[in-house]
């Protein structure tokens, strides 16, 4: 079969050369030219565990090749982005969709299947997509099968998980979810629930919009403990046991392409009937400012003002930085008038070593969970002015008995401690 994937990103590219790995001739398609021309050479722009192995072994087989321009094939996949718009409820921004489909539509044919990968609002497909295809006097499920098939992987373990995770199939029509299961068919080893695409669309959207609930009650209730004096960490810990109860993390806020983004999909098409997700959202894009307030608390009563900075990426161990509520916390910090440095060995744009991003500092803040920060050396604590971590994701977990360790589980007697200090000197 051959297979033309629009778009090379997190999830395009690791799809793109699984389809060649199970023998299909594929064409991935972008519109950077640079892009393209490394990926053709073996060089990838993305941090994914495997990825660089499979793409040598399908440049080897001549299953894989890059290009700015789409080429004929028997099945279409388009996993282009599709940010918010800046629009009141920050509605799905289908622009990236629509030139997606206008730029394959040229070569495609009777017989065809088309597969939208990206993450979409309700009614996408029917409203924007189905009438695209079939002003080219197609009829979609039978001269062209057309389907919703979103992808729900972890960055991190995308390879394995592509293969291996259930997989919705959400036609147009019957006719178009079976000729999408019998393309994802060829490697897909976990259940394909067959369903519509509408229910396709929205069942992506709840996956991301259920988490995104679940981290803000647990941001709120980080919040609830520090005002009350109470170790939230522990009352997480000890809910949890509970067999019917499951509460997240607190964190520094909520990034990435997913759960930053998608519920906003699902109040923009019905704001009145969607305030709870609202009211998640809010709380979780308010924990950015928190962690820069509990920063400035932390920080009152020390000499200096550098603090360092642990990670910018929105999760562990990628170097992903879309929508990373680290990088508001730096901007919010700068603002605020501190001297930043920054530590991320995932991040190719921060050169800095731990010894050097911490010399001279009164404070480490933790807000990507690498596994390289579960032990942070002394090497590193040794050259702070103030040996003082505050750890906004609850990862560390060797200290040196010399370091001040802070987190949303003691955040209230850290903070207290600092009052007091103040009120002494």
Known sequence: MKITVIGLGYIGLPTAILFAKYGHKVTGVDLSSFMTAQLNAGILHIEEPGLEKELEEVLLL?????????????????????????DQYQSCDTSYIEAAIASILPYVKIGDTIIVESTIAPRTMVDIVQPMVEKNDFTVGKDIFLA???????????????????????????????????????????????????????????????????????NELAKISEHLGINALRVIEMANKHPRVNIHQP???VGGHCLAVDPYFVIASAPEQSPLMQTARA???????????????????????????????????????????AMEVRDGLLEAGFDIRVFDPHVSEQPLTGEEACEGSSLI???????EFRKIPTSYTDRMREAMIFDTKNIVQHVDAKVNYVNYGNLY?????????????
């Open 413 to 425: 007697k850290a903070k207290r401690t600092q009052e007091t200090a103040m009120v002494q000197s």
């Open 148 to 218: 919703h098939c979103p992808e729900r992987v972890l960055p991190g373990n995308i390879m394995h998980e592509l293969v291996h995770n259930p997989r919705i199939i959400g036609g147009i029509t019957d006719a178009c979810t079976e000729k999408a299961a019998a393309v994802y068919g060829t490697f897909v080893k976990g259940e394909m629930m067959k369903t519509q695409a509408g229910e396709a669309e929205i069942s992506k959207l709840m996956e991301n919009t259920y988490r995104d609930v679940n981290i803000a009650l647990a």
């Open 62 to 86: 001549g299953n894989f090749y890059a290009s700015t321009q789409p080429v004929s094939a028997d099945a279409y996949i388009i996993a282009v982005p599709t940010p918010n718009k800046a």
């Open 251 to 253: 964190g520094p806020g």
């Open 365 to 371: 803040i933790v807000l990507s969970d690498h596994d």
């Open 283 to 325: 709380v979780n894009n308010s924990m950015p400012d928190y962690v820069v307030q509990q920063v400035q608390a932390l920080m009152a009563n020390q000499e200096g003002n550098q603090v360092t900075l642990f990670g910018l990426t929105y999760k562990g161990n990628i170097d992903d930085i879309r929508e990373s509520p």
